[in-house]
Nanobody, 118 residues
Framework: VQLEESGGGAVQAGGSLRLSCVAS????????MLWYRQAPGKERMLIAD???????SYHDSVLGRFTLSRDNHASTVSLQMNDLKVEDTGVYYC?????????????WGRGTQVTVSS
């Protein structure tokens, strides 16, 4: 399974970006699709995830500003990020999860850089 992120870049605070993650196979194969952020010098942090049903959950720090959606047929998840803050800076990683034979299988993308300046 391959995941490829895109859409990162440099924006000013208050701006918007839309990240995309394209999978090499159907998203119906993955119960959860997730986005993580790794800020400089910090551990990777889960910021949002979406189930195959489309139900999404968010970290408190992005709630109301970020919207995560998935298109199972197009094998794509999208993270719309509005009202970006300097603290949103980091590398954003897409992850796919599926459970098989009692084990959780995880697949990661290589990440895309988001830089928010004041």
């Amino acid at each position: 399974v391959q995941l490829e992120e895109s859409g990162g870049g440099a924006v000013q605070a208050g701006g918007s970006l839309r990240l995309s993650c394209v999978a090499s196979e159907s998203l119906f194969n993955f119960e959860r699709m997730l986005w993580y952020r790794q800020a400089p010098g910090k551990e990777r942090m889960l910021i949002a995830d979406v189930l195959v049903s489309g139900r999404a959950s968010y970290h408190d720090s992005v709630l109301g500003r970020f919207t995560l959606s998935r298109d199972n047929h197009a094998s794509t998840v999208s993270l719309q990020m509005n009202d970006l803050k300097v603290e949103d800076t980091g590398v954003y990683y897409c992850k796919a999860e599926t459970t098989s034979f009692g084990k959780v299988w995880e697949y990661w993308g290589r990440g895309t850089q988001v830089t928010v300046s004041s």
